[in-house]
């Protein structure tokens, strides 16, 4: 069974063509690792990008991160190769495989009867599967790509570039804002008027959110190019975790510690879900459905919502409590 609740804050991607990089990704502080084999690789090697992830599976150490591989796609013929030759070299040391262009079930169900087929001969344990939602067609079925396949599927990423691509969007750079999708406020008694920037990827990331919790995926956000822009990754990953996105790539390692942070509950949140739990349990030895905190009403979502701050900080002090 896919591990539904594996700590994914910061996803950081590595060129399969640097085996410099590869050597280092496992120490850099990522919760996930993907070793990439498709867009940051060129055709002229993809092969031996393809025997260095290999290579980087079976000789490094991945104790301290989960550690996944992103294949070419579905409709290359490096695809099956990909599969075929890393799991079975390689797959015992493999958490999750990251699919690209997804744009059907039926392109999970290929990987997957693969999967299943290489796993039962080598005797591997089940292999996660990461679904990128990156195309108009992909997002157009994403409720029934996160029904697909539950005993393997674990996440859906939003692909921004390639899904800019599919839908013709114009784009500044990738997952920044536009300063084009705006709006114009009416006019003051002057004359003036405002100008109110809004968020182009609002309504995909939203849609892969709620198509994930219907299914009890984790959703995850793409990549941020500007790497220079610290406060830009961190207001589209602060604008992602609101809408309940749990994570964010790394496409360069000085991105990982602001996902990191940005998708951790930060201590006044700890503080108030305690509170809030210590409130509603007090209540409820009161026979009261309900009690005010700090002048606002709780109930018995609050409690919920407490919860999840709370299961998820457990998560992220016991993955720092794991030896290194």
């Given amino acids: 069974m896919p591990i539904k609740d594996r700590l994914h804050r910061s996803e950081l991607a590595v060129p399969g063509s640097n085996p410099r990089m590869l050597e280092k990704a496992p120490t850099l502080g990522a919760d996930i690792v993907f ?16 025997k260095n992830v290999i290579h980087a599976l079976l000789h490094h150490d ?32 493999l958490d999750t495989l990251l ?27 089940p292999i996660g599967i990461h679904a990128l939602i990156e195309t108009a067609r992909g997002m157009a079925n994403v409720e029934d790509i996160a029904a697909t396949c539950p005993e393997r599927m674990e996440a859906l990423v939003f692909g921004v570039a390639d899904f800019a691509a599919s839908t013709q969007a114009r784009v500044t750079h990738m997952g920044g804002a536009n300063a084009d999708y705006a709006v114009l406020t009416h006019a003051d008694g002057g004359g003036a008027r405002e100008r109110h920037w809004n968020d182009q990827w609002h309504y995909a990331q939203a849609r892969l959110v709620v198509a994930c919790r219907a299914y009890g995926l984790r959703p995850i956000d793409g990549p941020f190019s500007d790497i220079q822009d610290t406060e830009g990754y961190r207001s589209a990953a602060r604008s992602a975790a609101a809408l309940g996105i749990e994570g964010k790539w790394a496409i360069h390692p000085s991105q990982i510690a602001l996902a990191n942070e940005v998708f951790s509950p930060t201590e006044a949140e700890v503080t108030r ?3 809030i739990i210590a409130a509603m349990s007090e209540a409820a030895k009161h026979g009261q459905g309900a009690v005010t905190l700090d002048g606002r009403m709780l109930d018995a979502a609050s409690i919920r919502q407490a919860e999840v701050v709370m299961e998820k900080m457990l998560r992220i002090r016991m993955g720092q409590e794991q030896p290194a």
């Fill in 273 to 275: 879900a305690q509170r």
């Fill in 62 to 93: 991945w104790s301290r991160c989960a550690v996944s591989v992103r294949i070419n796609a579905l409709d290359t013929h490096y695809c099956y190769r990909d599969i075929v030759d890393i799991v079975e070299q390689a797959g015992k040391h």
């Fill in 35 to 50: 070793m990439d084999l498709e867009d940051a690789v060129a055709p002229a090697d993809k092969e031996q990008a393809r």
């Fill in 99 to 125: 699919v690209p262009k997804v744009n059907t079930p039926e392109d999970i169900y290929f990987v997957a009867t693969l999967l299943s087929q290489i796993e039962a001969h080598k005797g591997l344990k």
